[in-house]
């Protein structure tokens, strides 16, 4: 798919206007619980859901406000070209609320996006979907995670359940969007994760890397086991 496919969307509810885990070896059979919503005998989609800050781009508690600011971490792009060459399609699903705060409006978010397109089509990778919350916490939608509406966008853009689907995220947000739609949460260390790693009770069914190409790595490792399993 050509990077003209790329778009970027936000929610539509205004209702208030052998890989490792922790560093520590786990059996490939247990990443096979995880690694995609595709088994063996079966043809679906490959899908992998990223969140934006602290996943592909660095984080910022002052939040990424600008063009020049959007700086995507080392390594982060390759991974994504990686999925796309190894048959996989990527969704982002970001809040965004520094919209709502009045940081940034969304033609400068646009901008944001457009650069990510421009670097990753360097690498030989696309996103096929961008969806994003522009609410702050006291908004009353229901797309800001940790609830699910991003997630069931996404669901419903391509009209598939989200069951395993692989979620990367680095905040505790992250995982529990992904568990509100049965999805598999996966942390990354970047950005707030190792913040979340230390605060978090409820990490025990989410694998845990370095960042986002470690857990590519996993996905493609384990991708490939599947796929010799089903032969």
């Known amino acids: 798919m050509s990077p003209a496919f ?3 969307q936000p929610c539509s509810n205004h209702a208030a206007d052998c890989c490792h885990k922790n560093d520590i070896q786990i059996p490939a059979a247990d990443l096979l619980n995880w690694r995609t919503n595709q088994r063996p005998g079966e043809s679906r989609m490959q899908l992998v859901i990223l969140d934006r800050d602290g996943v592909i781009n660095e984080d910022s508690d002052t939040y990424i406000k600008s063009v020049d600011e959007f700086i995507p971490l080392p390594g982060s792009l390759a991974a994504i070209a990686r999925l796309n060459q190894a048959g996989y399609t990527i969704a982002v699903a970001t809040n965004q609320s520094g919209i709502s705060r009045g940081l940034f409006d969304l033609n400068t978010l646009d901008a944001m996006h457009d650069k ?3 670097l990753l089509a360097n690498e030989g990778g696309v996103i096929d979907k961008i969806v994003f919350c522009p609410h702050a916490p006291d908004n009353g939608c229901n797309c800001r995670k940790p609830l699910p509406g991003l997630m069931q966008q996404i669901a419903d853009h391509y009209q598939i359940p989200l069951t395993d689907v692989p979620v990367i995220g680095d905040s505790l947000r992250d995982l ?9 949460p996966i942390l990354v260390k ?12 409820e990490l025990t069914d989410a694998p845990v890397y ?3 190409a470690a857990a590519v790595d996993a996905l493609i490792y384990a991708q490939t086991a599947t796929q010799r399993a089903s032969t």
């Open 116 to 118: 990510l397109r421009r």
């Open 210 to 212: 370095a960042n986002l």
């Open 6 to 8: 790329f778009m970027s």
């Open 190 to 201: 970047t950005g707030k994760g190792l913040r979340t790693l230390a605060a978090a009770k």
């Open 176 to 184: 529990q969007a992904a568990r509100a739609v049965g999805a598999q």
